[in-house]
């Protein structure tokens, strides 16, 4: 069964910061893109962050760019998003999404391709940042 499950959310004041994880099962984590995602109440969901194991590529939203980083652990099937200098306006609840790349699709398509086009979601973590 394939399965993505996010942890690492909670509660944390401004200026600090959380480490979200994104464990895989079913699949192996090398043979496709996964990409943090969130959405805020009354609002869209947005991409925040993107890794493609196999090569390292990695994209970030501007709004996130210098404050988070994602990686990846292979032996762990695992995408870690470090995240600091947390924001109010980071407040959201955090997916994490698969796209599978083995067939060569290059990562910008994917990092351009809407959120529905990824063929996998986990059930989402909540961040909030109190200021």
């Known amino acids: 069964e394939v399965q993505l499950v996010e942890s690492g959310g909670g509660l944390v004041q401004a200026g600090g910061s959380l480490r979200l994880s994104c464990a895989a099962s079913?699949?192996?984590?090398?043979?496709?893109?996964i990409g943090w995602f969130r959405q805020a109440p009354g609002k869209e969901r947005e991409d925040v962050s993107c890794i493609k194991s196999s090569d390292g590529s990695t994209y970030y939203a501007d709004s996130v760019e210098g404050r988070f980083t994602i990686s990846s652990d292979h032996a762990k099937n695992t995408v870690y998003l470090q995240m600091t200098s947390l924001k109010p306006e980071d407040t959201a609840v955090y997916y994490c999404?698969?796209?599978?790349?083995?067939?060569?699709?290059?990562?910008?398509?994917?990092?351009?391709?809407?959120?529905?086009?990824?063929?996998?979601w986990g059930q989402g973590t909540q961040v909030t940042v109190s200021s």
């Open positions: 079913g699949f192996a984590i090398d043979d496709y893109a």
């Open positions: 999404a698969a796209e599978f790349v083995g067939n060569g699709l290059p990562f910008i398509m994917v990092v351009t391709q809407t959120p529905d086009e990824y063929d996998y």
